[in-house]
């Protein structure tokens, strides 16, 4: 039965494109009617994603309208371009300097490499998705006048979205809530893009400033990113910025118990899900697992590794070096169902938190409130900061600086050991991440919304 208020969700990515980016819109769009408000999506239309799960869309209610716009893909073209100068790539990358006594010269970047940076840096401002804002802003003019929104929500990354939301709640003059799964313009990787290019930097500070000054409710998905958003921007209303974690859905499980086995059932399965290799180190752990293999015979015949969703290749020379090809296993992308299969069968889960400069991890993995979920011994290989902090007050995780190697020896023999005891955890504090409980606290945002005034009227 549809809801009396509609909310429009604008969200680039959304199913089937997969990975953890599309979850929290989608299960947003699962949960609102049960909270009085009706869900309409706004997305991008055939985007260029690596990977797509169509079994995600069987979350979306059927009678839910999702409108989806074309978008120019710069990636699509990059790609032609790409096999195009392919050749021109290989003359040049050819040629080796004969005076480097390492053995092994850098590749010099191919013409196909030098200007997809050169674009990226200087035109796809502020992200390659900036081409869907045009079409998308027009589309959403007519999607506003067809279902008449109480409120507007956009989702990012891409930061992109978030100036379509500014566009568009200052043409239709409803409230807005811009929910930034990411940090925009202090992300590790925003930083990086902003060197040696101050121009760049001014423009995207400017569009944040301009959609944190716009927006009537800001979400984030841990408390230091709200800490950092107030002390950014003094003229912020602390009951403006709002903490909404990611979290899980109980109904995600239901086909983990009868569904088919992806692991051994006779092994000690260490397991890992997302692009993990892109977080940490991970040489100190598959050091630690090397010499526990050579010290206990019976852990080198038990032990796999499962690596979910990481990219192969990164240290495919040190697990090879230190005999580990047997026991480390890349199983990469699959779709979200079947990693939560691998989860469900595993031991202990593997979970790394990305780390600022400063040390300090500033959000919990949105992959790791699945974990909670299946009540698992968690090894965290993570700095202090808000993943250290949630796990030890879940009580299923131990937590190891990623470096120490002694501290990773000594977690693993100790989890081998206990293998056959139960982990327990906080029942109480992990029922707080339930997608539907998250739900009801957007929909109550929204309630709040629609009885005051929007910054974007006011402002316009």
Not at 33 to 47: K, L, M, Q, Y
Not at 276 to 286: C, G, Q, T, W, Y
Request: glycine share 8%; proline share 7%.
């Amino acid at each position: 039965m549809k809801a009396e208020k509609t909310a429009l969700l604008m969200a680039y990515r959304f199913p089937p494109q997969g990975g953890g980016g599309s979850l929290r819109t989608l299960k947003f769009t699962k949960y609102l009617r049960e909270f009085g408000w009706e869900p309409v999506v706004h997305t991008a239309r055939d985007p260029f994603w690596p990977v797509t799960d169509d079994t995600l869309l069987h979350d979306v209610p059927e009678d839910v309208h999702v409108y989806r716009t074309r978008t120019f893909e710069f990636e699509r073209l990059e790609q032609r371009l790409a096999t195009i100068f392919k050749q021109h790539d290989e003359r040049g990358t050819s040629r080796q300097p004969v005076d480097r006594p390492s053995g092994k010269a850098p590749r010099r970047p191919g013409l196909s490499e030098t200007l997809r940076a050169q674009v990226h840096r200087r035109l796809l401002v502020p992200d390659p998705q900036i081409a869907w804002l045009p079409g998308a802003f027009l589309h959403g003019l007519k999607i506003a006048r067809r279902e008449a929104p109480r409120v507007l929500y956009t989702s990012s990354p891409p930061n992109s979205t978030q100036l379509l939301g500014a566009l568009l709640a200052a043409a239709v003059r409803k409230p807005w809530v811009a929910d930034f799964r990411d940090p925009w313009t202090d992300g590790m990787r925003r930083r990086q893009a902003y060197a040696g290019n101050r121009l760049r930097g001014a423009c995207e500070r400017a569009a944040e400033r301009l959609v944190v000054r716009r927006a009537d409710r800001i979400l984030v998905t841990a408390e230091p990113l709200r800490a950092r958003f107030l002390a950014k921007y003094p003229f912020l209303a602390p009951e403006r910025v709002v903490v909404l974690t990611n979290g899980y859905d109980p109904a995600d499980f239901t086909a983990c118990t009868g569904g088919a086995r992806e692991l051994e059932s006779e092994r000690f399965h260490l397991t890992g899900a997302g692009n993990i290799e892109a977080m940490f180190d991970a040489r100190p752990l598959l050091r630690a697992v090397a010499e526990l293999t050579a010290e206990h015979p019976g852990f080198r015949a038990d032990l796999l590794v499962n690596l979910v969703g990481a990219k192969k290749g990164q240290y495919d020379a040190d697990i090879q070096a230190l005999g580990l090809t047997d026991r480390v296993r890349y199983v990469g992308w699959v779709p979200h169902a079947q990693s939560l299969r691998y989860l469900h069968q595993s031991d202990v889960l593997l979970m790394c938190a990305i780390t600022q400069p400063s040390g300090q991890g500033e959000k919990f993995p949105a992959k790791g409130f699945e974990y909670l979920y299946l009540r698992k011994p968690v090894l965290c290989l993570s700095a202090p900061g808000v993943t250290t902090e949630l796990l030890a007050r879940s009580g299923l995780g131990t937590v190891v600086d990623p470096a120490d190697l002694a501290g990773i020896k000594a977690a693993l023999r100790t989890f081998y050991e206990r293998r056959h005891q139960p982990a327990r955890g906080d029942a109480a504090f992990i029922a707080r991440f339930d997608r539907r409980c998250l739900t009801e606290k957007l929909a109550g945002i929204f309630d709040e919304l629609v009885g005051a005034p929007s910054r974007a009227s006011v402002a316009a």
